[in-house]
């Protein structure tokens, strides 16, 4: 079976001032919070996966670990074939990645700017960075906004620029958090048809959305997995999705 997401017992504690908690620790005023716990999870390259959890669940650690933003405590993670300790540049290098926060944008410039920059970071030709960004940009709606200071744009807007970065280095792979914060009706079910019809469905890419929202993960994926206290609870196809 090709996967393009395998990971085996992958966990992630970070170790907090125990004042925090007001609580004793082994640690020595620390403890120990455990984000992610003995994670084991198959996704088919081709699949769509939503991840659903409520608000500290574990769902944007987990994403996180996976585009190499953080390492992991133990177990081990690869993605499109690539370990995410060893190999991060060739992880990075095959995932687009939508985090529900805009502060690595530079907020100064204007998003045409923004834009111009990260596709130069994925070595785009000045050609490819221009029609890549115009197509983007009409797909997303945000052609009006190109010239505009970027943290002058409202919620959605930066939101929808999150989107455009994430797609413009052909990635095979979308680790999405929260994709659709902040954006309207007729933006979320554009994107959704895009994803199942067209980089899932025609260019056999894979996803991975979380959400809190049921209805919203199944609009998005094919299957379904519940995230809870940091581990993966149910799959509706376990032969597939373990914990």
């Known amino acids: 079976m090709d996967f393009a997401i395998k990971t085996e017992n992958l966990t992630k504690e970070f170790i907090v001032p125990d004042a925090m908690f007001n609580v004793p620790s082994p640690f020595g005023g620390r403890k120990s919070i455990v984000a992610v716990d003995n994670i084991s999870i198959e996704i088919k ?12 669940s574990g769902k944007t650690t ?11 405590t133990r177990g081990s993670a690869h993605v499109n074939g690539y370990n995410v300790v060893k ?4 992880v990075r290098g095959s995932v687009g990645l939508v985090l529900g926060e805009q502060r690595s944008f530079y907020w100064r410039l204007t998003g ?15 050609v490819e960075t221009v029609k890549t960004i115009k197509s983007l940009s009409s797909f997303l709606e945000i052609e009006k906004y190109m010239d505009n200071i970027f943290y002058r744009y409202s919620a959605g807007v930066k939101q929808r620029f999150s989107i455009a970065r994430s797609l413009l280095g052909d990635p095979q792979i979308l680790l999405l958090d929260e994709p659709t914060k902040s954006l309207d009706s007729a933006i979320t079910e554009k994107l959704s048809a895009f994803i199942k019809r067209d980089f899932v469905g025609k260019q056999g890419k894979t996803v991975l959305f979380s959400t809190h929202d049921c209805q919203k993960a199944d609009i998005f994926s ?17 032969d597939g999705l373990s914990a």
């Open 222 to 238: 094919d299957r379904i997995a519940i995230i809870e206290q940091g581990k993966i609870r149910i799959g509706n196809d376990p």
């Open 45 to 56: 390259k081709g699949e769509s996966l939503g991840l659903v959890g409520a608000n500290g």
């Open 112 to 126: 045409r700017q923004n834009l111009n920059l990260f596709a130069a970071l994925y070595k785009l030709s000045a």
């Open 87 to 90: 190999e991060g540049r060739d």
């Open 62 to 72: 987990l994403l996180k670990l996976l585009a190499t933003l953080i390492l992991p």
